[in-house]
């Protein structure tokens, strides 16, 4: 018979400014935790309504070294970068890029949107690479939202995208380069899921919408909280209240590797990071093409 793991902290979201000055809502980095190995970073980004004319981004910036993955949930973002790529981001769509041996981007409001207005909500997660990837060559997976699996669970009540992982039976589409879970959780008022989880992954959850009762203990928890599960089980549970849940549920298996971080660059070694810089500066990341 599985056990379900049981909570072993929760940590609220802080927030911030990033880009070009859009607001990000963070549980880490932050000084209460650093990272959550394998993952570096996760921000939500807003929601925020913007006025015609107000729609800002975040204009060209390097990266080594690691993954950034950006899932939107409203609005629209323009990707480009400096191999050539380029490509925009709907509600419901995900790019899964992998930085690699270095790439500098942007991810821009579309103009149509920026002219307009709207709201935006998405968010952006950094998963660390292993030594033995963090020099390959840039790689991009775009899923639009129609090709992401998605489970809907016996009962009806419960639905999850699946980006990463599996669940309810149903696999993801996107290859990562380390064992990794990322699955977004809806679920209507009163309703409750238990996720099986792998033994050797790191696991937590973050509220998006609503307020949810997590473990068995049934700890209630709001939106923009972020939820570390201990390592004691083989599944998570969570459950709706009289409101729906929206969830993410994130999981990997730890890669026990040095972290050295700079601003966009993250590596195993001091060395490492001034090389990226160097080779940054040289211009052997390339450029975006006017």
């Not at 821009?108 to 935006?120: C, H, I, L, S, T």
């Amino acid at each position: 018979m599985s056990t379900t793991r049981t909570i072993q902290r929760t940590f609220p979201s802080v927030r911030t400014i990033e880009g070009g000055g859009f607001v990000v809502h963070r549980p880490f980095p932050t000084r209460m935790l650093m990272d959550f190995d394998p993952f570096l970073l996760l921000d939500e980004m807003g929601p925020v309504d913007y006025a015609p004319g107000e729609a800002i981004g975040a204009p060209d910036h390097p990266h080594r070294g690691f993954e950034t993955v950006t899932y939107m949930l409203e609005g629209q973002t323009v990707h480009r970068d400096s191999a050539g790529h380029a490509g925009m981001l709907r509600a419901g769509d995900v790019q899964w890029m992998t930085a690699g041996a270095g790439v500098v981007h942007s991810e821009m409001p579309d103009p149509e949107f920026a002219r307009k207005g709207g709201r935006v909500h998405g968010l952006q997660i950094w998963v660390n690479l292993p030594r033995r990837d963090k020099m390959i060559a840039p790689r991009y997976q775009e899923i639009p939202s129609a090709g992401i699996p998605t489970a809907i669970s016996s009962d009806g009540k419960t639905r999850v995208k699946v980006i990463a992982g599996e669940a309810f039976g149903v696999s993801a589409a996107i290859e990562t380069r380390t064992p990794i879970l990322y699955q977004h959780f809806t679920l209507q008022p009163g309703a409750s899921a238990v996720q099986p989880v792998p033994r050797d992954y790191r696991v937590f959850a973050y509220t998006l919408a609503g307020s949810g009762f997590y473990g068995d203990e049934r700890r209630r928890i709001g939106a923009q909280h972020m939820v570390v599960f201990n390592d004691d089980g083989e599944t998570v549970s969570f459950a709706a209240g009289d409101e729906p849940l929206d969830v993410l549920l994130l999981g990997g298996v730890p890669l026990n590797e040095p972290v050295v971080r700079y601003g966009p660059f993250v590596m195993n070694t001091e060395d490492e990071i001034r090389q990226a810089v160097v080779d940054y500066q040289a211009g052997r990341m390339g450029q975006i093409a006017p």
